[in-house]
Each structure stands twice: as C-alpha cells, then as structure tokens.
C-alpha cells in the first residue's frame, strides 16, 4: 500500500459545479499536509496548506481528518481553468521531515 | 522574484553520454531537491541535500550524482545516461527540509 493515495480521476464535471478530492495516507506520524497543483508537464505549485481545522482560499477549501487520515480538497464554481492535476503532499513525521507525494488527480472542467 | 532555475528545458541525449542539468536558487535556501516524475509514479526523489557539502540519496538515487559546493546551486549529474533514466526532473528547494517546495520548470530529458 502507498504511503499517499489519491485516485488518480479523471474527474470530469462542467463549468461551475463542485468537486472534492480525497487524499489518504497511512502514517499515522504524519504532521504537515499541502494540496500543488500541476499543469500537464509543468512544474507543480503550491496550492494551499491544510490545517487542522480547516482553511479556505477562495473558491477552495481544505481540511484535514486527523482520525481517518485523510485530506480532502473541495473546489467551488469550478473554471475551465482550474483543470489541473491536483497533488497531495504529505510530510512525514519524525526526524526525517520528508515529503511524500501522491500520485495526483486529473481534473478535466468542461465548458 | 523568488524562483528556481533549472537548464536545460529540453534534452535528448544518447546513452551513455554524460550529462548535467543545472538548478540554481535565488532564496537562500539551505534544502534542495532532485526529483524524477513518470506517468503512474508520480515524483520520486532522487537526492537531496540539507546544505552546502550535505547530500543524500533519496528513493531512486542510482545512476545518479549531485554536488552541492555553493548553496544555490544543485545540480544532477548522469555520468553513463540509459533509456531508463528518460523522464520528466524537476529541482525544488525550501528554507529547511520538510517546509513547501518551490519548484524549476522542469527538464524533459530522453536517452535514446
């Protein structure tokens, strides 16, 4: 089993509907969660931290279920340009500080 | 600007033709990062580095070799280049390890 699991899509929804993801991982040590979002061979970009109790950016929102382990990315009134693929990062806990990244999830917003 | 500076964009190469694609930071970070991404992998890291003269190996480091003698720059380095080895790298770096990447454009690298 990974130690960051997406489902990799394709979410394919229409302009202005709301889509979530969900990441899970399985390190239960796990201590700082981040959701990049990359563009087809570009180089992934920062797109939110997550903390524990939730944040929201705009039309995105994130949160973070301790309990579950998982993250969860919701993104509102999706735009033809918010078709990316959408990476979860997971930093491991303990002395190595090392970041874990999933595999991602392509979403596809059609007009 | 705050960026990360990887070269070249585009390289095709043939194998065993030694290679080095260059990173360079403008941020004074003291973590750097090589990294490799295939379809159904995701990223994998290669090598890291902690600090000036502090590297390590990462998940996939064979075949390959980095040096960190300035802290701005990290650059990989593919002594014998094998079809293998052909990927997507990005270079990233952070003020410490386990703080957000910034990452460079990436290098589309094909070993014939």
């Known amino acids: 089993r990974k130690e960051v699991e997406q489902d990799p899509g394709p979410f394919n929804v229409p302009e202005g509907a709301t889509v979530a993801f969900n990441c899970t991982y399985s390190?239960?040590?796990?201590?700082?969660f981040f959701w990049y979002r990359q563009d087809c061979r570009k180089e992934p970009k920062l797109l939110m931290s997550v903390y524990s109790s939730g944040n929201e950016d705009g039309r995105f929102t994130a949160q973070l279920n301790r309990a579950s382990q998982y993250i969860s990315l919701l993104i509102r009134d999706s735009k033809l340009s918010d078709s990316a693929t959408y990476l979860c990062?997971?930093?491991?806990?303990?002395?190595?500080?090392?970041?874990?990244f999933g595999t991602g999830t392509l979403l596809a917003v059609q007009p | 600007e705050a960026q990360v500076t990887q070269n070249p964009r585009y390289l095709i190469t043939v194998t065993g033709k030694k290679l080095t694609v260059t990173c360079s930071q403008n941020m004074n970070h003291e973590y750097m990062s090589w990294y490799r991404q295939d379809p159904g992998l995701g990223l994998r890291q290669i090598y890291y580095?902690?600090?000036?003269?502090?590297?390590d190996k990462g998940d996939v480091p064979e075949g390959y070799k980095v040096s960190r003698k300035e802290k701005r720059n990290f650059p990989l380095i593919l002594e014998s280049p094998s079809p293998n080895q052909t990927s997507l790298y990005f270079c990233?770096?952070?003020?410490?390890?386990?703080?957000?990447?910034?990452f460079g454009s990436g290098t589309q690298l094909s070993v014939l």
């Open positions: 990233a770096s952070s003020s410490r390890r386990g703080e957000k990447l910034l």
């Open positions: 990062v997971v930093i491991r806990g303990g002395a190595t500080n090392k970041l874990i």
């Open positions: 390190n239960s040590a796990s201590q700082s």
């Open positions: 580095s902690m600090n000036v003269e502090v590297t």
